[in-house]
C-alpha cells in the first residue's frame, strides 16, 4: 500500500477498487471430478435460454394489446382539443398492474419503448425512491429527459442553432441547480419546435399550424400508492399550470385500484385536473397459466420439472407474490441446477440425434457415472441375469442407454398432448375432481398411477353420465387438442393408441352420435315388453316373492335401458380411459428419465425459500452446523460444552427456563458451564459457586443475553425487576 | 377606463375595483394588495385580465412551483427582466432580491407600477417567518414603485404567525351565486350551440346540483358529461328542441346518477361519455351500472395476513385468547361483560395500532396449513404497506417491534375473506 501514496505524511488513504468487475467465472463453481460438467453447463445455458426466449414471447403477445390501447390512448390525447373538449385536464392512463410490483420495472420499460417507437418523444419513469420531495422528483425528471434527448441536442448544437442555449443545458445538468415545472416546460418547447431553418433533414417535420399537433411529454409514475402525497398533490397541480400549453400525458402504475388512490392519495384538488382513463395489465397468474401451458408442459423445451417441483415454485407465486420474475428465476435456478448437479443431464437435448451423439462419445469415467443414476439400476435389477452382463459391458450400455432415452422422447411426444386432451375433457366437469388447471393434473399424473386414482375414477364416471350435447362438445375439443399437436414418432406406437388414429375414432364417435337423430325411436321397441309383467305382481303371494321380483325387475330394467346412445358413450369413454392409461403413465418408472426432470425439492426449498429464523435456531442449538469443531459436535445431543460460544450457552439454559427468567440464576448457570474446566472434576464447580462471579464472566453473560434480545428470544420485562421474559415457547 | 365585462361575466364589480385600485401606471399604488376568495371563483383569472389590459410590468408566480426561496426569487426577477436563460439570475435571500430588483428596474427604465403577484399565497407562511412581511413591505424596502399582490384561498386571519404584519388592503371575490353560475357556464358553452337551448339545460343541471355543489369547476365538468346525453334526443330526432319537459324527463336520472357520484371522479370525463355512447346506442333510458373493478387480487398469504390485521387492529388484545385458543374454557358472564359498551365499539373509534408478533400469531392460527416461517411472508407485509392496506406506525427505526395498523374497510376485508371461505364476522368482536 505503501508504494501506492506518493505522500510523505502518515494517514489514512482512501484507494478506490478496481474499476473493471471480475470476470465470473463459471467453470470454477463447476465439479472438478466430473469431467463432462463444463459441457453441461454449456447445454444448460443453452435450454434455458430457449425457454427465456418462448417466455419472453408470451410476455410480449400478452402485453400486447395493452401497449397498444395505451399508445392510441396518448396519441388520441395529445391531438388538438375541439373546441367543444376545451379543459385544460391531464389526460391521465391509469394502469391497473396487479400488486406483482417485481415485474412492473419490466412491465414499464416495455412500455416506455413501445411509447418512444410510436409518438412521444420523451418518456419519463417516475419511481417513488426518486421521488421524495419536489426537488428530486424534477431532478429525476431532467435527468432522464437530458439523457434521452442528450444525442438530438447536440446535433443541433452542431448545427449552429442557437436555440437550445448551451447554458440552459448546463444549468439543467448540473446537480445543484433547482429545476422548476416552468424550466422544463421551456426547454421542452425548445426542443420540439420545428426547426423551419437548418437543422438537420431528419429533424424536420412537416407541422400543420391549424391542428398544432406536438409530441407530448410522457411522464410515467411506476409505484403511484409509494409517492408521498403532498408531492404527488404539488405535482399534478404544477403540471395542471402548464397543461395549456405543453401536450402532456401522466401514466399512472396503480398496484390497488382506482378508488382506493383516488379517494386516499390524491385530493379533490388534484384529481378535478386529471382526465382520466384505466388500464388493465393482464394478469400475472393468467401469465403464469401460459408459460406453464405453452413452455413447461410441452415437447419443445427438453428439460421438465418433476410434478412436485412444479407445484413447490407455482406455490412461492401464489402464496406469496404473485410475480412472474421471480418465478422466472426459480425456473432458472432449477433448470441451470439440474445440469449443474445431475451427470444424465448430458442427454437432456431436444433432439434425438444430437444425444446419441454425445452417447457415442462417452467415456469409461461417463458410464461408471451414468451407471450409478437410480432409475438405471432399478432398470437393471428387473432383468435376467443374460442381459444384465450384456448391459454391463460398455457397448451393451450405450445401445441400451440409446434405446432408454429414444423411448423417453417417444413417450414425452405422446404423453403431453394426451395430457392436454385430458385436461380439456375434464377441466368442465362438477368439483373439478382432476383440477381446474393443467398443471395440477401434471402433478397428479406424475405422482400417481391414473389408473388407481379416485379422481380419475370420477371424473371417468361423471363423464359416463353426460348428456348427448356435452359428450359430442368434449368428444369434439379432443380431438381437435390431438390435432393441434406434431407427432415425430409415428412408428413407435401402437396403432390403435396413436393420437391421429385416435382424433379420427373420436370423430367417428360423435358422427355416429349426431346420427342418432335420425332413428331415435328404437327404445320404443323395448318398452312394450313390460306390460305383461305389470300383471304378474298381483299374483304374488308373499312380500319376500315381491321384493324378489321387484328386484329382478329393477336389473332387467337395468340392462334393458342401455339405448345406442348410451352405447357409444361407452364406448367412447371406454377407449378414452384405454388412450390415457396408455400414455399418461408414471414417467418415474423409465430409466433415466432423470435425464429430463428436475426433482430435487429440497434443493428448491434449500436455495429460494430462505427461512432465517431456521437458520438461526440452528445456529444457537447446533453450532457445529456452522462452527466445525470436534468438541461442538455434542450439542445437538443436549450437551453444552463450556468452550461453546457464549451466545450458544445462554441460549441453550434459556430454553430450559419458563415463561420469565431470573436473570441471576442464568447467569449463574451461565457461570458454572463456562468455568467448568475440562477434567478437573466436580470439586472444584461446587468450589465456582461459592467464588464471585468475575466481572469477565458477568460482561460475557450481559452480552450474550443482549444479543438474544437483539435476535427477540427474550425481553425485559416490568412484571419482575432482574427478568426477562421469553418470547419463545419452550418445547416441554 | 372601460372594460369589457362579456370576457369574464359575473366579475364585473372586482374587475372595476382592481382598476380603481391600481390608478394610472405612474401612480404609486398601494404596497401590496390579498385577494382572496374561494377556490375556482376566478381570482387568478381576474388578474391576469386586468394586468393584461392595462398592459403595465407585471410577473405571475406560482408558490406551488417555486418550492424554495431561492426559486422563487429568480423566478420574479427572470419574468421581469424577459431573460430567458435558466439561471442566469442567483438569488438566495431576500438581501439580493431587493438589490436584483433595483437592477432590473433601472435597466429597464421603469417609471410606471410594476406588479409581483403571487399565486397561491397560502404557500408562503410554510417557508421563513420574515419572508412575508419583508414582500408586503417590499415597495418601501426597496423604494421602488412596486406593489405586491397575494392571491389565496385562505382569509387573511390564517396569514398571522406572530411576526409583526403589516395588512394589506384586502380583495375580496364572494363566491358566485346561482343565477352567477349559470351565466358562467352559459358563457363556457360549447361553439355551436344555441344560448337559449343551452341555458336551459343549464338550469335543469344547476337545479338537480346546486344544493350539493356550487364549485363551478366541478359544475363545469358535470355539464360537460352529461351535455351530450341531453342533445341525443335532438340529434336522433326524437324530440324537438323547444321540448324542453321531455328533454328534462329525459337527462334527469342521468344527472340524479351523477349526484351520486359528485366529487368522487369514479369515472373520467372520456370514460364516461363511452359509457354513455354504449347506452345511447342501445336503449338510451336504461343505464348500466359503472363496472367495479375495485377488489385487488392479493396472494393466498397476503390475504390471510390482512385478514390477521384487521383481527388485530379491531379486536382488543385481551379478546385473542377467547377466538383464538381452543378449549379457551367458559368465558364468566357476568353482568359487566355482557354490557357492551358501545363507546368501546372499535369500528365507530377506528383501527387500533397492534405489535407485529400479535398479527403473525393470529396469521398463524387462523391458516389451515402449516406455513414455513420464511423470509417471504415477511416480505409480504412490507408489500401491504407500500400498498397503503397496513400502515407502519411509529418510527422506521424501531426494528425490534414494529406496529402497525390494518387500513382497509370492512367491505374489503370482508370480500377477502369471502374468497378464502373465511367467516371474519365470527372473529370480530364488535359483532359477537
Request: with cysteine; glycine share 4%; net charge neutral.
Amino acid at each position: 500500500m505503501d508504494e501506492a501514496t506518493f505522500s510523505v505524511s502518515k494517514g489514512c488513504f482512501a484507494f478506490k477498487g478496481d474499476s473493471k468487475e471480475n470476470e465470473f467465472e463459471t467453470t470454477k463453481y463447476l465439479k472438478s471430478d466430473d469431467a463432462r460438467c463444463a459441457e453441461r453447463w454449456k447445454l444448460g445455458t443453452e435450454v434455458w435460454n430457449n425457454i427465456e426466449i418462448s417466455t419472453n414471447e408470451i410476455n410480449s403477445s400478452l402485453q400486447e394489446s395493452m401497449f397498444l390501447d395505451l399508445v392510441k390512448y396518448i396519441e388520441r390525447s395529445c391531438l388538438p382539443k375541439n373546441a367543444m373538449t376545451g379543459r385544460s385536464e391531464i389526460p391521465t392512463a391509469a394502469l391497473m398492474t396487479g400488486v406483482n410490483m417485481p415485474d412492473h420495472a419490466a412491465l414499464f420499460v416495455k412500455l416506455k419503448e413501445a411509447v418512444e417507437e410510436s409518438i412521444a418523444q420523451s418518456v419519463v419513469i417516475l419511481q417513488s425512491k426518486d421521488c421524495s420531495n419536489i426537488k428530486s422528483m424534477m431532478r429525476a425528471i431532467v435527468n432522464q429527459l437530458l439523457g434521452d434527448t442528450g444525442m438530438n441536442t447536440s446535433r443541433t448544437s452542431d448545427a449552429g442553432d442557437e436555440d437550445i442555449a448551451s447554458d440552459d443545458l448546463y444549468y439543467m445538468r448540473k446537480k445543484s441547480s433547482t429545476i422548476t415545472m416552468s424550466m422544463i416546460v421551456k426547454w421542452y418547447n425548445k426542443v420540439t419546435k420545428p426547426h423551419s431553418h437548418g437543422g438537420s433533414p431528419g429533424k424536420k417535420r412537416k407541422i400543420d399550424d391549424t391542428c398544432f399537433a406536438r409530441k407530448p411529454l410522457v411522464i410515467m409514475c411506476q409505484d403511484l400508492e409509494a409517492f408521498p402525497q403532498l408531492v404527488l398533490h404539488d405535482f399534478i397541480i404544477m403540471c395542471s399550470f402548464h397543461a395549456a400549453t405543453l401536450p402532456m400525458v401522466l401514466v399512472f402504475g396503480i398496484a390497488t385500484s382506482w378508488t382506493d388512490v383516488s379517494q386516499r392519495l390524491l385530493s379533490h384538488s388534484a384529481i378535478v385536473n386529471l382526465s382520466v382513463e384505466k388500464f388493465h395489465a393482464p394478469t400475472a397468474s393468467e401469465h403464469l397459466a401460459l408459460i406453464i401451458d405453452k413452455v413447461l408442459l410441452t415437447t419443445e423445451q427438453p428439460f421438465k420439472l418433476s410434478g412436485k417441483c412444479l407445484e413447490l415454485i407455482v406455490d412461492v407465486f401464489l402464496c406469496h407474490d404473485f410475480s412472474i420474475t421471480s418465478f422466472l428465476h426459480a425456473l432458472k435456478f432449477c433448470a441451470l441446477e439440474h445440469f449443474r448437479e445431475q451427470p444424465c443431464s448430458i442427454l437432456c437435448t431436444k433432439s434425438l440425434k444430437e444425444a446419441e451423439s454425445v452417447i457415442s462419445k462417452f467415456t469409461k469415467n461417463d458410464i461408471r457415472l451414468l451407471k450409478s443414476v437410480d432409475s438405471f439400476k432399478r432398470y437393471v435389477a428387473s432383468h435376467d441375469k443374460d442381459k444384465q452382463t450384456a448391459i454391463s459391458k460398455d457397448a451393451g450400455f450405450k445401445s441400451e442407454i440409446k434405446k432408454c432415452i429414444h423411448d423417453l422422447h417417444v413417450f414425452h411426444s405422446f404423453y403431453f398432448p394426451a395430457l392436454h386432451c385430458l385436461h380439456i375433457l375434464t377441466s368442465s366437469l362438477p368439483q373439478y375432481p382432476l383440477g381446474k388447471k393443467i398443471r395440477e393434473l401434471y402433478h397428479m399424473c406424475y405422482k400417481h398411477d391414473i389408473n388407481n386414482h379416485e379422481g380419475f375414477k370420477q371424473a371417468f364416471l361423471l363423464l359416463g353420465v353426460s348428456s348427448r350435447d356435452q359428450l359430442v362438445k368434449h368428444l369434439n375439443n379432443c380431438a381437435d387438442t390431438l390435432e393441434s399437436f406434431t407427432y415425430e414418432f409415428d412408428d413407435c406406437v401402437d396403432n390403435d393408441v396413436h393420437p391421429n388414429f385416435a382424433s379420427a375414432k373420436l370423430h367417428a364417435f360423435v358422427e355416429n352420435l349426431e346420427k342418432m337423430d335420425e332413428n331415435d325411436p328404437q327404445p320404443d321397441n323395448d318398452e312394450k315388453d313390460e306390460e305383461p309383467e305389470n300383471e304378474t305382481l298381483e299374483t304374488v303371494k308373499y312380500a319376500y316373492q315381491l321384493q324378489e321380483r321387484l328386484r329382478n325387475r329393477a336389473n332387467k330394467k337395468r340392462i334393458r335401458k342401455m339405448t345406442r346412445f348410451e352405447k357409444i358413450r361407452e364406448e367412447a369413454i371406454s377407449y378414452l380411459k384405454s388412450f390415457f392409461w396408455q400414455h399418461l403413465q408414471r414417467v418415474q418408472f423409465m430409466p433415466f428419465h432423470e435425464a429430463f426432470y428436475f426433482d430435487s425439492s429440497a434443493a428448491v426449498k434449500r436455495h429460494l425459500l430462505a427461512a432465517p429464523r431456521l437458520a438461526i435456531q440452528t445456529a444457537l442449538s447446533n453450532p457445529y452446523q456452522y462452527l466445525p469443531v470436534p468438541s461442538l459436535e455434542g450439542m445437538s445431543y443436549g450437551v453444552i460444552p463450556p468452550n461453546a460460544p457464549d451466545i450458544c450457552v445462554a441460549y441453550k439454559l434459556h430454553n430450559e427456563c419458563g415463561n420469565i427468567i431470573n436473570l441471576y440464576d442464568w447467569m449463574s448457570a451461565f457461570h458454572v458451564i463456562t468455568t467448568t474446566n475440562h477434567g478437573e472434576g466436580e470439586t472444584n464447580s461446587e468450589e465456582n459457586k461459592k467464588v464471585e462471579i468475575d466481572e469477565v464472566t458477568q460482561a460475557r453473560f450481559i452480552q450474550a443475553v443482549s444479543e438474544l434480545q437483539h435476535l427477540g428470544f427474550v425481553k425485559p420485562t416490568k412484571k419482575k425487576t432482574d427478568h426477562v421474559q421469553r418470547l419463545t415457547w419452550s418445547h416441554s | 377606463m372601460s372594460h369589457d365585462s362579456s370576457a369574464i361575466p359575473a366579475r364585473g364589480k372586482q374587475i372595476e375595483q382592481l382598476i380603481s385600485i391600481f390608478g394610472d401606471p405612474v401612480d404609486v399604488t398601494m404596497p401590496a394588495l390579498f385577494v382572496y376568495g374561494h377556490s375556482s371563483c376566478g381570482k387568478t383569472i381576474v388578474l391576469n385580465h386586468v394586468l393584461e389590459k392595462l398592459k403595465v410590468p407585471h410577473v405571475v408566480v406560482n408558490c406551488t412551483e417555486c418550492y424554495t426561496n431561492s426559486v422563487l426569487f429568480s423566478a420574479i426577477l427572470q419574468g421581469l427582466s424577459g431573460d430567458n436563460d435558466l439561471g442566469s439570475w442567483k438569488c438566495d435571500n431576500l438581501n439580493d432580491l431587493g438589490r436584483n430588483l433595483r437592477k432590473v428596474y433601472e435597466s429597464q427604465s421603469w417609471n410606471e407600477t410594476v406588479y409581483i403577484v403571487f399565486d397561491k399565497a397560502e404557500r408562503l407562511r410554510d417557508r421563513e417567518v420574515n419572508l412575508l412581511p419583508a414582500l408586503i413591505n417590499l415597495q418601501e424596502l426597496t423604494s421602488l414603485n412596486f406593489c405586491v399582490i397575494l392571491v389565496s384561498e385562505l382569509p387573511w386571519e390564517k396569514f398571522y404567525n406572530g411576526v409583526g404584519i403589516r395588512q394589506p388592503f384586502i380583495v375580496f371575490f364572494p363566491d358566485y351565486t346561482k343565477s352567477e353560475l349559470g351565466e358562467i357556464l352559459c358563457h363556457c358553452r360549447p361553439d355551436g350551440v344555441d344560448r337559449e337551448f343551452y341555458q336551459h339545460y343549464i338550469s335543469i343541471v344547476l337545479a338537480v346540483f346546486s344544493l350539493a355543489c356550487r364549485d363551478l369547476r366541478e359544475l363545469k365538468h358535470l355539464s360537460e358529461l352529461n351535455f351530450s346525453t341531453y342533445c341525443a334526443p335532438v340529434k336522433a330526432g326524437k324530440f324537438d328542441e323547444g321540448d324542453k319537459h321531455k328533454l328534462w324527463k329525459h337527462v334527469e336520472p342521468h344527472l340524479k346518477e351523477a349526484l351520486q357520484q359528485l366529487y368522487l371522479r369514479k369515472v373520467s370525463s372520456e370514460e364516461w361519455m363511452k359509457l354513455h355512447d354504449i347506452t345511447e346506442s342501445g336503449d338510451a333510458t336504461v343505464l348500466k351500472p359503472v363496472k367495479n373493478s375495485d377488489t385487488i387480487e392479493l396472494p393466498f398469504y397476503s390475504k390471510f395476513l390482512l385478514i390477521a390485521a384487521y383481527i388485530a387492529s379491531y379486536n382488543p388484545a385481551s379478546t385473542d385468547k377467547r377466538f383464538f385458543v381452543k378449549n379457551a374454557g367458559r368465558m364468566k358472564k357476568t353482568a359487566r361483560s355482557m354490557k357492551k359498551d358501545e363507546r368501546k365499539n372499535s369500528h365507530l373509534r377506528g383501527p387500533h395500532a397492534f405489535p407485529l408478533d400479535r398479527m403473525m400469531a393470529i396469521f398463524y392460527s387462523i391458516v389451515d396449513s402449516r406455513v414455513p416461517p420464511t423470509a417471504n411472508i415477511f416480505s409480504q407485509i412490507s408489500t401491504l404497506v407500500t400498498l397503503h392496506l397496513l400502515a407502519k406506525i411509529g418510527h422506521e427505526d424501531e426494528i425490534d417491534c414494529p406496529r402497525y395498523k390494518c387500513t382497509v374497510s370492512l367491505d374489503f376485508i370482508s370480500a377477502v375473506a369471502k374468497t378464502m371461505n373465511f367467516d371474519i364476522v365470527r372473529y370480530l368482536f364488535d359483532f359477537v
